[in-house]
């Protein structure tokens, strides 16, 4: 069989099962595969897509309720947003002073909670759903490479829940801690100041064939993410070829089941620190990615806030009731290299 029609064929992910996923993403095995493969279109999750452009995304986030572009509609179909946790309100990414200096950095994301739209998760239940939710980074190396981390978690959001937690929340906790944190070996390396992030969120059938790629994938690999209510893998540190390899992989899987779109869009660049050059800036702390209408008719999120007292990580708005819109929170962190 050649090469090409192995990767096209559903049995490498048996082979998967039995071989360490590092097997898959040699180099030479991602370039032989990239040659072939160089007017394919990004997959399904988009893992190789086109970063979104800057000014375009920036001019969206700026708009008012009112005003002739806004989110509503928008290609973004979330914003991502910082908490001042000191002053106990939301900033958009262009707001934001960077206070790291100059430096390598690593990244490491933590998740909080999820919260699902009512009417999504009605939708979702009907269709016996749970979460795929996507957090990928990109980075410059080099001048002219980049490595991406990619980390899937398949999140059951129909798990029992305190009787003090609303329906639509899940909160990510492992063992008795707060919060999963997404890690692999190496870790996300940011070593020219800026990196892209991407966030996907799809529904996928509980028992379906992606329940099985997952339980194959997190096994075969050596950073597996597991918690109270999720589990899912991370691939550290892929190359160009290795990234479009494992984004066919997944697209050959995605044709057996169709994946229920939540969140899908491209990767957007941030600057880390003062030196840094991009149009979206990162400070460490917590941050939520969330629905771009929501964040259109709160004129984003003004006067919300996240709930740390009960370290529910609900987000609340004006009046401290728990919104109605789909929402991750993320704590990102930013060590020295």
Do not use: C
């Not at 071989?19 to 394919?40: D, I, M, V, Y």
């Not at 057996?256 to 979206?280: D, I, M, P």
């Not at 919300?304 to 529910?312: E, G, V």
């Amino acid at each position: 069989m050649h090469r090409r029609d192995l990767l096209r064929g559903a049995g490498v992910f048996a082979a998967i099962g039995s071989t360490e996923l590092s097997t898959f993403l040699r180099p030479e095995f991602g370039a032989a595969f990239a040659a072939e493969n160089r007017q394919a279109k990004p997959g399904v999750l988009g893992l190789t897509g086109v970063a979104q452009p800057p000014e375009l995304v920036a001019s969206i986030y700026k708009s008012r309720p009112g005003e002739n572009r806004d989110l509503q509609g928008s290609p973004l179909p979330y914003v991502y947003a910082f908490y001042d946790e000191n002053a106990k309100k939301f900033i958009s990414p262009l707001d934001v002073t960077p206070t790291s200096p100059e430096g390598a950095y690593t990244l490491t994301s933590t998740l909080h909670s999820f919260n699902i739209k009512s009417s999504i998760q009605s939708q979702f239940a009907k269709l016996q759903n749970q979460v795929q939710l996507g957090f990928n980074a990109t980075a410059p190396v080099t001048n002219s490479d980049n490595l991406t981390w990619v980390f899937m978690n398949a999140i059951n959001i129909f798990l029992a829940k305190p009787a003090d937690q609303p329906a639509q929340l899940t909160k990510f906790t492992s063992g008795a801690n707060d919060g999963t944190t997404l890690q692999v070996n190496p870790k996300v390396s940011i070593p020219k100041g800026t990196v892209n992030l991407q966030v996907t969120a799809f529904g996928q059938r509980k028992d379906g064939p992606w329940k099985k790629f997952f339980d194959i994938i997190a096994g075969a690999v050596k950073s597996p993410i597991i918690s109270d209510v999720s589990k899912g893998f991370g691939i550290p540190g892929l190359a160009t070829e290795a990234l479009q390899f494992v984004d066919h992989v997944i697209d050959v899987y995605t044709q057996q089941e169709k994946l229920v779109t939540l969140w899908q869009t491209g990767s957007l660049e941030f600057a880390v620190h003062k030196g840094a050059n991009a149009r979206f800036k990162m400070n460490p702390g917590l941050w939520t990615t969330v629905d771009s209408d929501y964040a259109q008719t709160s004129n984003f999120l003004e006067g919300h806030t996240i709930d740390l007292r009960f370290n529910s990580f609900r987000i609340l708005d004006k009046q401290g009731k728990a919104i109605d819109a789909s929402y991750l929170v993320t704590d990102l962190k930013l060590d020295s290299a």
